[in-house]
């Protein structure tokens, strides 16, 4: 069989016009109980103006609905529960756009090697060095960075006007530049440290350069990303 995967409500004023509300899926349903709740969200939205005499419900985009083991639901298995039902009431209040997962691809440096993908997709393989929580789209740079070279993570830096003292660190992780995507990536390095202050904040930052060839980088440094 197929489900929905969006609905258009439409309701006919008596002057003639149209109110109209639509909720979309993650996945093909045909749960009538989760349509309605997403109705629900929007249902609102419609001004009856001087009274409504008519509605009418379509389902513009079907698709065939997902496999269901069978044979577990009679043999009295749990089924893990399907988060699609969560993500479409989440995305009813925010919009779909709004909802997704980030999935792990293939590249060196940190803020290529994430995307945005379908929040419901099994998550992929992610690097043995753990990343953080938050991924700054573009490094900010710090200042008036104290630390020991070449391969030691800084012991105190400023930040967006605030001094950090750190009291403990790991790395250093080494990610060289990729040198198929910009020629000024061919010597490009990067030593990403895992860094704590004083007061428990846990951050992810990087030098530029290996501290040794000039090419490598300009030895300045970077925070990159923020943990829990």
Request: glycine share 10%; hydrophobic share 40%.
């Amino acid at each position: 069989g197929v489900g929905a995967r969006s609905l258009r409500l439409t309701g006919m004023r008596v002057d003639g016009t149209e109110q109209i509300v639509a909720v979309g899926t993650s996945r093909p349903t045909r749960e009538v109980s989760h349509l309605l709740r997403l109705l629900k969200l929007r249902i609102e939205r419609i001004d009856p103006g001087m009274g409504l005499e008519q509605f009418q419900m379509v389902a513009p985009h079907t698709e065939p609905l997902d496999a269901v083991d069978l044979g577990a639901v009679l043999a009295g298995e749990t089924l893990v529960r399907d988060p699609a039902r969560l993500v479409d009431l989440i995305a009813g209040r925010i919009g779909m756009h709004s909802v997704f997962r980030i999935a792990p691809v293939e590249s060196h440096v940190p803020e290529r090697a994430v995307v945005k993908s379908d929040p419901n997709e099994l998550p992929g393989t992610w690097p043995e060095w753990k990343r953080p929580i938050r991924l700054f789209a573009h490094p900010e740079p710090l200042h008036r960075v104290i630390a020991l070279m070449p391969d030691q993570p800084p012991r105190r830096f400023e930040w967006r006007g605030t001094t950090y003292k750190v009291v403990g660190g790991d790395g250093p992780e080494r990610v060289h530049g990729e040198w198929w995507r910009r020629d000024a990536e061919v010597w490009a390095v990067r030593d990403y440290y895992r860094v704590e202050d004083e007061t428990g904040g846990r951050y992810w930052v990087f030098r530029r350069g290996d501290g040794f060839e000039d090419d490598t980088g300009d030895l300045s440094w970077w925070m990159h990303g923020v943990f829990g």
